[in-house]
């Protein structure tokens, strides 16, 4: 049994978007602790979906706070927005990322007591992300190629989440085909916190899935 509770952060990637705060109602009454937020500009991944203004809208509209995932290629171009739009966690991706940037990030997000996530595609191995962990509130390991949502776990990033369990003693979030299945594996290998997009907002209890994916961590 573990002994930290294992945290839920549902993706609205999957919502459906004509009712965003229907939507991010139903999975807070139904236990969720975060609302994952996918921001997509098109160039860092294929696809576009939603930036700071709705990010904004949200905050107003809920009492979670919002983990605000940056799939984007200029992440400090667009920082402030989404620092104005309420996020507490805000991650980036290393793969845009160098330290002189990740440094400044982290100070501008520490005046504003907001959390500083890093994070790494499938592809990019473990060393590309040592020198940042330092600057890191949270590691957030990509389980799919990030762009869209339903897509399959992939199982070979499971030794990367264990062998950053041995040298990061922050948050460690793993996002991308969570299910009830794939949770299990995740937590066994040192996962503190799971994004699932699909698993919860295509479930017909949304209460019930985010339980089953709380259980995976006993
Ligand atoms: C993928 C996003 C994920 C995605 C998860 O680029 O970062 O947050 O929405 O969706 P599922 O849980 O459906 O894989
Ligand atoms: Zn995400």
């Known amino acids: 049994m573990r002994k930290k509770k294992l945290l839920i952060a549902p993706s609205i990637l999957s919502a459906d978007f004509s009712c965003l705060e229907k939507e991010v109602n139903s999975i807070q009454k139904a236990g969720a602790d975060w609302v994952h937020v996918d921001v997509m500009d098109g160039h860092f991944v294929p696809n576009i979906s939603i930036g700071s203004a709705v990010t904004a809208s949200i905050k107003k ?98 030794p990367k989440i264990s062998r950053l369990r041995k040298i990061f003693k922050g948050i460690i979030e793993v996002d991308g085909g969570i299910t009830d299945q794939t949770a299990p594996l995740v937590v066994a290998n040192g996962a503190d916190m799971l994004v699932a997009g699909s698993y919860v907002f295509k479930a017909k209890n949304r209460a019930r899935a985010i339980e089953r994916l709380r259980n995976a961590g006993n």
């Open 61 to 158: 509209r809920t009492k979670l706070p919002l983990d605000v995932h940056l799939m984007i290629d200029d992440p400090w171009f667009y920082l402030d927005d989404f620092i104005n739009a309420g996020s507490s966690i805000i991650t980036v991706h290393c793969e845009v990322s160098c330290l002189s940037l990740i440094k400044k990030i982290k100070a501008k997000l520490d005046k504003h007591k907001i959390m500083l996530g890093i994070s790494f595609n499938p592809a990019t191995p473990l060393s590309k992300i040592k020198k940042f962990l330092a600057y890191a509130d949270l590691v957030l390991v990509m389980s799919v190629n990030p762009g869209f949502g339903g897509q399959s776990f992939m199982p070979g990033v499971l």
